[in-house]
């Protein structure tokens, strides 16, 4: 076996960049008012402000559950649904988190091939829901950007949804747990991804980016931040120090960072992709727009990726005892990494 194991089990396996810890640093010299009444974070939604083009709210919080679930109760009252995808985050990994802070919102789940929902799909759902004083009513729209399935929404598939939503009276919010990387791979810009196509609130993900532990909460339509505060403050999350988790951010964001690391992230994917797409022994089940690969392995790759030093998920097994994987390329991912990656499938793939 290798001696050098490579995590290519997630994005959150890599450190932080070493500029968002130069600004931690910086943020931690002296003294300033807490609960983000510091310069820092006011620093953090002008950035915000000129990153999206567009007069926003910004609440700086840890965690991506805490970012997706406090916007989502925000949005959605205790007797409301968040209609999503059937394998989108908010369902499958975040221990029911948005029903909880809701006081008992219902997640409303829709198939979509590829980890995506369609306007169609949305509106056939929404033409028999709701109405009844009997069932739950729809409140919101979640879309996650990238999917669970490591690809992107268009911004002609995320308009369709917005126009759907908002024709229903409904609040679309974008967990954008990878949301550098969707910017990066659709070529677009921040805010032509988001509020120009009817995005209302936002989760902005940066801990998988290169974050110690930083994301925000972006509200672009400003008469849905309503309870937001009171919200974070009752679950625990408003920092004391909150100019430390404005500082990561700001680290992040500055001279186009965090695009630079999401660039090196989905190049390294990439790399891999073009490496392994016609060897035996390995299936992409998705497109890969980003940093994620989903992917069937046989037992022989299977072994020399393990015998290699690799670490990724793996998620059970088909009927020809191929395994499913996901495999997400960190920010810090060397060539090196990748080709050793490669040349495993490879030597698995012609053993059998």
């Avoid at 677009?188 to 988001?194: D, G, I, Y």
């Avoid at 972006?218 to 100019?243: A, T």
Wanted: with cysteine; glycine share 10%.
């Amino acid at each position: 076996m290798s001696q050098q194991m490579v995590n290519f089990a997630s994005d959150n396996a890599s450190g932080a960049a070493p500029e968002v810890l130069e600004a931690v640093f910086a943020a931690n010299d002296g003294r300033t008012m807490p609960y983000g009444n510091d310069h820092h974070t006011e620093a953090t939604s002008q950035r915000l402000a000129e990153v999206f083009e567009c007069a926003l709210t910004a609440f700086p919080v840890a965690t991506g559950t805490a970012a997706n679930a406090l916007a989502l109760a925000t949005v959605t009252p205790s007797h409301g649904s968040v209609i999503c995808h059937r394998h989108a985050h908010i369902e499958v990994s975040e221990c029911g988190a948005p029903e909880f802070f809701s006081g008992g919102g219902k997640l409303a789940l829709l198939d979509g091939a590829d980890g995506r929902i369609d306007a169609a799909s949305l509106a056939a759902s929404l033409a028999t829901a709701g109405g009844s004083v009997h069932s739950v009513q729809p409140a919101a729209v979640s879309i996650t950007q990238l999917t669970e399935a490591g690809t992107t929404y268009s911004v002609d598939q995320i308009r369709a949804i917005c126009e759907v939503a908002h024709d229903h009276g409904l609040v679309v919010h974008m967990d954008g747990a990878r949301f550098a990387n969707a910017v990066v791979s659709l070529g677009v810009t921040p805010a032509e991804m988001t509020w120009k196509l009817g995005v209302d609130v936002l989760s902005f993900g940066a801990t998988k980016n290169g974050a110690l532990s930083a994301e925000a909460v972006i509200f672009f339509n400003r008469q849905h931040v309503d309870s937001f505060e009171f919200k974070r403050k009752r679950s625990g999350h408003l920092f004391s120090k909150m100019r430390l988790l404005s500082a990561q951010l700001n680290g992040y964001l500055e001279n186009d960072n965090w695009l630079r690391y999401a660039a090196a992230a989905n190049a390294a994917a990439a790399r891999i992709v073009d490496g392994i797409a016609n060897l035996p022994g390995v299936t992409i089940k998705h497109q890969v727009d980003g940093n994620q690969l989903f992917l069937l392995l046989s037992p022989g790759v299977l072994k020399a990726l393990l015998d290699d030093g690799f670490q990724f998920y793996q998620r059970g097994a088909d009927a020809d005892g191929r395994v499913h994987a996901r495999v997400v390329t960190p920010f810090t991912t060397t060539i090196e990494e990748t080709d050793r990656f490669v040349a495993a499938v490879r030597r698995g793939g012609s053993n059998g």
